[in-house]
């Protein structure tokens, strides 16, 4: 991204994008996403340029419905794509579109090898996930890769570390309006950290607006929820929490 210190990146994270009907709480429909790019699109001076449009998991609607619909209205996408999904899990894109994706102006950025929540890992499957994937990445489309998204939103210091000795100078979370900048310590340069809002399929047009201007009642808020939810992790555990929250909303992993 190469923002200026003084910016605050407004970061939307999509998932699925669908015109069918989905159970999945974060699919959406190709029509409402054209409504989101075109407020991301026609956002003016500094809110323009801040505003960042992710998507996790390299699901095929990425190629069918969200890469058409940000190069009509001259939108950077950046995706985070799972390695080890690419060509063996349905539903999801293939080399080739990772590649087409890429060449047609988007930035490819690592969501992990396997979607493993990185905070749980142990060492050597931490270094596998985010080394690994890193290198898998840049063999295929031929580019640098700098930036990783944490799978399921879970992170802390150590795999921030991780990300570091991988050589990745952004890593993405799911805390809206969170921005740390890059820094060194221990004489390790750390990468920024940047927070995102995950768009739900019942998000309106005007929370989606008002996140983008950086409108601190409406970013306040949704941190709030976000932080409620930590809250809730805390009290009846990741596991458990991550069981209930799939089985009420989610057809597959974020």
């Known amino acids: 991204m190469n923002l200026p210190s003084t910016i605050v990146p ?21 029509d ?34 969200a890469v058409p619909i ?15 999904w690419m060509e063996s899990k349905h539903g ?45 990445l840049e063999d295929k489309i031929g580019r640098a890769v700098t930036s990783i998204s944490m799978p399921g939103g879970r992170w802390n210091e150590t795999v921030i570390r991780a990300c570091a000795v991988a050589g990745y100078e952004e890593v993405y979370t799911s805390e809206p309006g969170m921005y740390r900048t890059a820094t060194v310590k221990n004489s390790v340069q750390l990468p920024a950290v940047i927070g995102r809002f995950a768009v739900r399929r019942k998000t309106s047009l005007r929370t989606i607006a008002a996140y983008l201007e950086g409108d601190l ?15 809730a992790k ?9 069981h209930i929250w799939s089985s009420l909303f989610r057809a597959m992993p974020g």
């Not at 939307?12 to 009907?21: F, K, M, R, T, V």
């Not at 009642?217 to 809250?231: E, H, N, T, W």
């Open 10 to 30: 407004h970061v939307l994270a999509y998932h699925e994008i669908d015109d069918q009907n989905s159970a999945d709480v974060y699919c959406i429909s190709p």
């Open 32 to 65: 409402i996403f054209m409504s989101h790019m075109w407020a991301a699109a026609h956002g003016a001076g500094q809110i323009k340029q801040s505003a960042h449009i992710t998507f996790d998991d390299g699901h095929v609607s990425h190629m069918r419905w």
């Open 70 to 84: 940000l190069n009509e209205l001259d939108v950077q996408g950046h995706f985070f794509i799972p390695t080890a």
């Open 92 to 136: 999801y894109i293939n080399w080739n579109d990772v590649r087409s994706i890429a060449e047609q102006g988007h930035r490819i950025g690592s969501h992990g090898a396997t979607h493993i929540f990185l905070s749980a890992c142990n060492p050597s499957q931490l270094e596998q996930e985010v080394r690994n994937s890193r290198l898998i």
């Open 217 to 231: 009642f409406a970013v306040s808020r949704l941190r709030g929820m976000y932080l409620f939810r930590q809250l």
């Open 234 to 242: 805390r009290t009846i555990g990741d596991r458990g929490y991550q």
